[in-house]
Structures are given as structure tokens and as C-alpha cells.
């Protein structure tokens, strides 16, 4: 399995709070992802890093700001958490070289009260 | 506008038989294609992918075809087990998009013993 850490794995906060996801890589790839997934929606991607320091946005950014200061760490935080962002949260990675899938690490459950 | 489509929501099958999950494209720049298998409470787990230059790839029970006229690819599943059941995405891929994956929204198969 691809060495990837989610933390925490479980939160619970309140409304108006900041909230970070911290997703730890072993493997030294390239490409970081963040991905929501809801009901009804399937997986959609938040923000991506393609490098230290490179990130962008994704479909379902706003509310959303990433950071990734060093290769094996991409996080993610809300900066005011809404009720609307509780969901579960999925880290993926992939290699850089030709066609390679996403290994994903095994998601954070977010609840906003 | 999704790009990449599942139109089956879920899928019941006989333990031992075959088991065909569909999923149609319209972008006709996308060049490499991904199955994800994903269990409640853990992350997708990749389980094969094919490029456009092939219209077959086979990984032990699992097949994917791929036909590119119709913008259709297929998994099936052979004999299909208990354990398969799970939430089944289809993605999609092209060079130039930084390794973004499209995403289906997921297919429940259920293998019935």
C-alpha cells in the first residue's frame, strides 16, 4: 500500500472554527490532491499541489486553502468551518511519470456542528 | 456537465457470475481510463486502468474494455465474489491536465452469495 497518513482521522468542531487536515506522504511523489466526498456527488476534487509550493485550485475550492511547504506534507484548511463542509475528506497522491493512478490514504471524517 | 458518466447507481449480481459495470466519457481528449474499487470507511483503492492506444487490459478476474468509437469503457468481474461488493468509480485522464482525474460518481455492485 502507498505510504500515505491521513490526520485525524475523526473531528468533530463547531461552526466558525478553523479546521486542518494533514495528509503525510512516504512515497516522495510529486502530485498531492485533496478530495471531498458526499453523497450523490462522488469524489470531487477541492485543491491539488503539483510540487512544493505549487497548488491550484480545484472544482469545490472556495472555503478551502491549501498549503505544502515540504513534499510529504499537503494541508488543507477551513478557515471558518461551515456545516456545509462535513463530509469525509480523502488525500490521494500520484508518481510523475507517465500514466500513474492516485493511491488514496484513508479519510478524515469531518463533522461542523 | 459530467464528463465522465455512471449510469447505474448499483448493480446486484449471483456469486460466480460475471459482473459488468459500465461507464460512458464524452471528452474524446481523454487518453488513459482508471477503475477504483472503494469499501465503506476506507479509501479507494485502485484496481486497473487502460490507455487509449489498447482496447483490452486484464488483471486476474478483473477486465477492463475500452471502445473508444462509442466513448464507452466496461469492467467486468469474473467470477465475482462476495467480497467485490463495493462502490465501483470509473476516471479518466489526459496529458495536459496535471493529473487531474475525472471522476463518475461510483457504481454499488452487491455479489449475492
Known amino acids: 500500500d502507498a505510504g500515505i497518513t491521513q490526520s485525524p482521522r475523526h473531528k468533530v468542531t463547531e461552526t466558525g472554527t478553523p479546521v486542518t487536515l494533514r495528509c503525510h506522504q512516504t512515497?516522495?511523489?510529486?502530485?498531492m490532491y485533496w478530495y471531498r466526498q458526499d453523497p450523490g456527488h462522488g469524489l470531487r476534487l477541492i485543491h491539488y499541489?503539483?510540487?512544493?509550493?505549487?497548488?491550484d485550485k480545484g472544482e469545490v475550492s472556495d472555503g478551502y486553502s491549501v498549503s505544502r511547504s515540504k513534499t510529504e506534507d499537503f494541508l488543507l484548511t477551513l478557515e471558518s468551518a461551515t456545516s456545509s463542509q462535513t463530509s469525509v475528506y480523502f488525500c490521494?497522491?500520484?508518481?510523475?511519470?507517465?500514466?500513474?493512478?492516485?493511491?488514496f490514504g484513508d479519510g478524515t471524517r469531518l463533522s461542523i456542528l | 456537465d459530467q464528463q465522465v458518466k455512471q449510469n447505474s447507481p448499483s448493480l446486484s449480481v449471483q456469486e460466480g457470475r460475471i459482473s459488468i459495470l459500465n461507464c460512458d466519457y464524452t471528452n474524446s481528449m481523454f487518453d488513459y481510463f482508471l477503475w477504483y474499487k472503494k469499501y465503506p470507511a476506507e479509501g479507494p483503492t485502485f484496481l486497473i486502468s487502460i490507455s487509449s492506444i489498447k482496447d483490452k487490459n486484464e488483471d486476474g478476474r478483473f477486465t477492463v474494455f475500452l471502445n473508444k468509437s462509442a466513448k464507452h469503457l466496461s469492467l467486468h468481474i469474473v467470477p465475482s465474489q462476495p467480497g467485490d461488493s463495493a462502490v465501483y468509480f470509473c476516471?479518466?485522464?489526459?496529458?495536459?491536465?496535471?493529473?487531474?482525474?475525472?471522476w463518475g460518481l461510483g457504481t454499488s455492485l452487491a455479489v449475492n452469495p
Open positions: 512515497e516522495n511523489h510529486r502530485y
Open positions: 499541489s503539483y510540487g512544493v509550493k505549487d497548488t
Open positions: 490521494a497522491i500520484s508518481a510523475d511519470s507517465g500514466n500513474q493512478p492516485q493511491h
Open positions: 476516471a479518466a485522464d489526459w496529458a495536459g491536465n496535471n493529473r487531474k482525474l475525472i
